[in-house]
């Protein structure tokens, strides 16, 4: 038979400094944990949506990025030969020529912030044409620009988090800063990393930025069939890049990002080894402090199981209303969206902070884990303790 | 004569520490028929509270047979002494050991929460136990809201609220005052006369020896003197 909780309930609040210490620890990893998942997921899910293994995505070799490839006019030639490459309407290549810049664009005013944080945001320079082969662009307000104009689309999220990004805005984009741009649209990309980004005229961003050269080629493939033996000839002696399938693309420009996964996950390891330090300490100290009432109850007839379960229910009582504290923060601060800085293009990708059925099982899981962990020892030595010893001693 | 409640034969207890044994208690023999409330006196160190603990089944004999309310203790494991306790036996300690947390009428349900009942009943016997030692108005009081001498009125009713067929108290006014000392030692008197339960007590207080019917010395190890206190006689066993 087990101890009424309303006993544990009691005694937590007996010693309400360490209580609530150990309570705020495990609130934290909470927290941390709920952050860093949600992070995960949208990143992971951002990825995920962008591109298709119809396209290939080609660069300089050796390039790490989109920002850090070169292509000259020469090198784009060559790459019309390639096998089994689609062709539009007219019969021409499906082949989208783009420059990548950057500008720094101040992020919209939050409850929070005082004054407006600037963002690198990507700027895309792309022809007509890279909308028949990113086909999950769509614009979803104003429309798209026109060819040669100084006009220029916004994705959603970038919408979302930038000033100067509603229809009718002005942007100074250009190397001297003294081109003015102005928002016609904005577009939705089914979640792809392309909704953090600018969209406007190839001729005239490269005119803005006196780039006379692109930094990418994106080429649609007939079929994923074609994929080996066109990647075959664009790496090989006859042009020389290098080509990838763009899903493989973003997953290789996320490796980075995988890394500070794995580093998180080792930071929240630690945080939770140290929670169930904290969680030990407290209950050690309890046990300690109640030897006389444990042999008490232990001689009025409670077993050694009862004493156990009664210590880990007190630890779990903490961890688990700690758990829930920690996930109403989390929920309260869903929908707050994050910037995450790219750091292989240097421009930031958004992502938003969100609480999935998923993450509260995994929080709930942890806080149950560091209850339970935490009590174990501690719970063990209470329910050991020899009668007559404890009730000797005081 | 009534059949022993508290038969012990031939018992010794030796401890072990740090290497050394300690033997406490060297052969002894105890009868104590139902009903009965014998008193155990003893200087300090000569074993008193560890004859308790065994007769209590808190602690096992080196050798010899323990036999209380039909039940042969040194042949009982771990789990099946616990079980017997909370049936048969009520404990009353010198430190009263209540829970500082829990209200009056919450320390006295402890022991009522290892049976299956219904919780009315439960709160019916609470009452019942807590009206026994006069605080039916203390029901809600927290401890340290409580005098001494209240506090061990608590730890009585807890200790008959199961109905045990035995008290066996160690020290129980040994923390009190003269008259509250007497106030609790009538409280138990009440226990053995009317609900006819066996009472064995631990006492350095002579005055207090005086209410019961037969005073046990131990010294030593072994009973020195049993001897029949004169002015009360036992209890009439049902
Ligand atoms: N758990 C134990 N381990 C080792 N020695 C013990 C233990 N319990 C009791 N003793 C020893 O056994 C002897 C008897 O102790 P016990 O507590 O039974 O005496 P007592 O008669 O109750 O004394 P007091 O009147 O002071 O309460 C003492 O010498 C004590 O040191
Ligand atoms: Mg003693």
């Not at chain 1, 005239?204 to 994106?218: A, G, N, T």
């Not at chain 1, 290098?242 to 929240?268: G, R």
């Not at chain 2, 016997?125 to 108005?137: K, M, N, Y």
């Not at chain 2, 037969?214 to 206190?229: A, C, F, S």
Request: hydrophobic share 45%; charged share 20%.
């Amino acid at each position: 038979m087990a101890l009424p909780l309303y006993y544990n309930w009691r005694n937590l609040q007996r010693r309400k400094l360490s209580t609530t210490l150990t309570f705020i620890v495990v609130t934290v990893v909470v927290v941390v944990l709920c952050v860093l998942l949600s992070f995960t997921a949208g990143i992971r899910a951002s990825l995920a949506a962008t591109g298709t293994n119809l396209n290939l995505i080609v660069l300089k070799p050796g390039a790490t990025a989109e920002s850090t490839s070169v292509l000259v006019p020469d090198e784009i030639g060559r790459l019309v030969q390639t096998p089994g490459i689609a062709l539009g309407s007219d019969g021409s290549p499906l082949m989208s020529r783009e420059l990548c810049v950057q500008t720094t664009v101040p992020r919209r005013l939050s409850a929070r912030d005082k004054e407006p944080a600037p963002a690198n945001v990507a700027i895309r320079g792309v022809d007509p044409i890279a909308f028949d082969l990113h086909r999950e662009v769509r614009i979803i307000d104003g429309r798209s620009f026109q060819s040669g104009t100084m006009e220029i689309v916004v994705g959603k999220a970038a919408h979302d988090r930038y000033e100067h990004t509603n229809i009718g805005d002005e942007i100074v984009l250009g190397r001297m800063e003294n081109r003015i741009y102005k928002v016609v649209g904005v577009f939705d990309a089914g979640g792809a990393t392309f909704e953090s980004e600018l969209w406007a005229p190839r001729t005239s961003i490269s005119d803005s930025y006196l780039r006379r050269f692109d930094s990418s080629v994106v080429m649609r493939l007939q079929s994923v069939a074609a994929t080996k033996a066109a990647v075959e000839f664009i790496n090989g002696p006859t042009v020389q890049l290098e080509a990838k399938p763009e899903p493989q693309y973003y997953e290789d420009l996320s490796k980075k990002t995988q890394d500070i996964v794995v580093l998180s996950t080792i930071l929240v390891s630690i945080m939770a080894m140290g929670a169930i330090f904290a969680v030990a300490n407290t209950m050690f100290a309890t046990v300690d402090g109640r030897r006389r009432e444990i042999a008490m109850l232990r001689t009025i007839g409670f077993g050694k199981w009862a004493i156990l379960v009664s210590f880990v229910v007190e630890s779990l009582l903490i961890c688990v209303s700690a758990c829930s504290v920690g996930l109403v923060l989390s929920l309260l601060a869903g929908g707050v969206k994050q910037d995450f800085l790219s750091d292989t293009t240097w421009t930031v990708l958004a992502f938003e902070m969100k609480i999935t059925p998923g993450i509260l099982v995994a929080a709930f899981m942890l806080s149950v884990i560091v209850g339970v962990f935490g009590a174990i020892t501690p719970a063990l030595r209470a329910s050991r303790m020899r009668i007559i010893d404890a009730l000797r001693k005081a | 004569m009534p059949e022993s409640e508290i038969e012990l034969r031939d018992v010794r207890k030796v401890y072990y520490k740090d290497r050394i044994d300690i033997p406490v208690l060297e052969g002894l023999n105890l009868s104590v028929p139902a009903g009965e409330f014998a008193v155990l006196m003893g200087p300090s160190g000569s074993g008193k509270s560890t004859l308790l603990h065994l007769i209590g089944g808190l602690d096992s004999p080196t050798s010899g047979s323990i036999r209380v309310a039909d039940s042969n203790l040194e042949q009982m494991n771990e789990r099946e002494l616990t079980a017997w306790r909370s049936r048969n036996v009520g404990f009353i300690f010198q430190m009263y050991h209540l829970v500082p947390v829990l209200t009056a009428a919450q320390n006295v349900e402890l022991p009522l929460l290892l049976f299956r009942m219904p919780s009315s009943e439960r709160r019916k016997r609470v009452a019942t136990a807590l009206g026994v030692v006069g605080l039916g108005d203390r029901m809600d009081h927290r401890p340290n809201q409580l005098s001494g001498g209240q506090e061990q009125r608590v730890a009585i009713a807890r200790a008959i609220v199961t109905d045990p067929r035995m008290i066996l108290a160690d020290e129980p006014t040994g923390d009190l005052d003269a008259k509250t000392s007497e106030e609790i030692l009538n409280l138990l008197n009440t226990l053995n006369t009317e609900f006819g339960k066996t009472i064995l007590m631990v006492t350095h207080d002579p005055r207090a020896a005086s209410h019961g019917q037969r005073l046990l010395h131990l010294d030593k190890g072994v009973l020195e003197r049993d001897e029949r206190t004169p002015a009360r006689a036992p209890a009439a066993v049902s």
